[in-house]
């Protein structure tokens, strides 16, 4: 798959001060792209790739694969979508699998999806800087090892593509609240929360209405806790299902049809049908429509699997944005102070791109590319994004097609030119004697 350099002269003699120490590092030419992630993303590229004979280096500062589901999702977590919109390029999930697989069902598929297609990511192996080496046109990768013993281990990828498969949840958002470290009480992220089991007799603060807010909500009321749940701005609550069919694949099959703005107006339509006017419990609606905020902005609807029913009954609490924290309390911006044991943060993920891979052309300073969906797959000098097109899964299996394929012809045009070239000097050497 790769070959270790014991010596790579010249490349390397002006990487600055610390080229004195550069042996102390373990070299490696990697002949095809590097893989950094192993998420459904980083598979699906990884799947696309073998399927054309390209070899590749698959990094993963995890232990695991799909780390994000694996470690930072909470246990009752299903899929929103159903199966048949997120599953992997060339293989489907098992039909015994319900509509709406369990986290648990889909770790199971994504290993499956891993062993069948033969990917073996190098774990616990952390991308501390890629870089650019505009002189031999090639991608320097420096990364922290610590699979092989206790001592991490310095290493360095040489390559010539690039493909960024980390995503946009690479790292936690944890918003700054004054006061908050005299609250005193227990703080945790969404992405730390298993189970209401721990937080029984607790007063709980949930912070974020967005799907983690609204189900850790849920999940709290199924644990006999009544949440307060902080609501900061608008939100599209939307009902998971229409007359049994899912909504998404409703709006999936009206945008073939229909311009965004009316689906839009359509699913409103609906939903206000199903859910009531949802404004009267404190979830104001955004001046764009579901489909247009998620296109443009990010951020995605709520697909209501039982919360709102919570809200309605007053199990949940909807409680305005946050003032500040003191010891045991909470001050809201109207005024109200509560009294509270616990804070969840479903304050979301953030993309980290930024504080490792040194480029600026093709991704914006929030780590996502420049270009929107479809067109923001790839870059120049051999870059590759999959898995920050903001449309979920789907999304992520298109641009894994579309940057295997291009790098398969790339690699394989690459691979004939050498042998060519190759071939040319054994016919000059052929030719001496």
């Not at 994504?110 to 890629?130: C, D, G, M, R, W």
């Not at 009544?226 to 900061?232: A, E, K, N």
């Not at 809200?311 to 001050?331: A, H, T």
Request: glycine fraction near 8%.
């Amino acid at each position: 798959m790769y070959n270790s350099c014991l010596k790579i002269p010249d490349m390397f003699q002006a990487s600055g001060p610390d080229h004195d120490d550069f042996f102390a590092y373990r070299c490696i030419l990697v002949n095809g792209p590097v893989i950094v992630g192993a998420g459904p993303s980083g598979l699906a590229v990884g799947a696309g790739l073998k399927g054309q004979g390209v070899p590749f280096v698959m990094l993963e500062r995890a232990d695991c694969i799909a780390s994000l589901w694996q470690n930072r999702t909470y246990d009752r977590l299903k899929l929103h979508l159903p199966k048949q919109f997120c599953q992997l390029p060339n293989f489907p999930f098992p039909e015994e699998f319900p509509e709406y697989p369990t986290k648990y069902q889909f770790i199971s598929y994504l290993e499956s999806y891993a062993k069948q297609f033969n990917i073996n990511p190098h774990f616990n192996e952390t991308v501390q800087s890629a870089k650019y080496d505009e002189i031999f046109g090639l991608w320097r990768v420096k990364t922290i090892s610590t699979s092989s013993s206790d001592i991490p281990c310095q290493v360095e990828y040489i390559c010539k593509w690039l493909v960024v498969a980390t995503g946009e949840n690479a790292e936690k958002v944890l918003p700054e609240f004054e006061g908050l470290q005299d609250f005193g009480g227990h703080v945790m992220h969404a992405g730390d929360y298993k189970s209401g089991e721990s937080f029984h007799g607790k007063r709980v603060l949930v912070v974020g209405c967005g799907n983690s807010g609204m189900e850790v909500s849920l999940d709290l009321c199924n644990h006999n806790v009544s949440p307060s749940m902080v609501v900061r701005s608008s939100v599209h609550v939307l009902p998971r299902e229409v007359l049994g069919r899912s909504t998404f694949e409703l709006a999936a099959t009206m945008m073939k049809r229909l311009p965004l703005w009316m689906v839009d107006k359509v699913l409103l339509l609906v939903s206000r049908l199903i859910l009531g006017n949802v404004d009267r419990y404190g979830l104001k609606r955004p001046c764009l429509g579901p489909l247009q905020l998620k296109d443009t902005q990010g951020k995605t609807p709520v697909l209501d699997i039982g919360a709102l029913e919570k809200i309605r009954s007053g199990k949940i609490k909807v409680v305005p944005g946050i003032k500040r924290f003191s010891s045991g309390k909470v001050e809201l911006v109207n005024s109200e102070i509560l009294e509270i044991d616990s804070v969840i943060l479903a304050t979301g993920y953030r993309s980290n791109v930024p504080s490792w891979l040194k480029e600026n052309e093709f991704f914006t300073e929030d780590g996502i590319p420049k270009n929107p969906f479809p067109n923001g797959w790839k870059g120049n000098a051999g870059l590759y994004a999959v898995g920050f097109t903001r449309r979920g899964l789907s999304g992520a299996s298109l641009d894994a097609m579309s940057v295997a394929l291009d790098i398969a012809k790339s690699w394989k045009e690459d691979t004939m030119q050498k042998k060519k070239t190759v071939a040319a000097r054994h016919r000059r050497c052929i030719s001496h004697f």
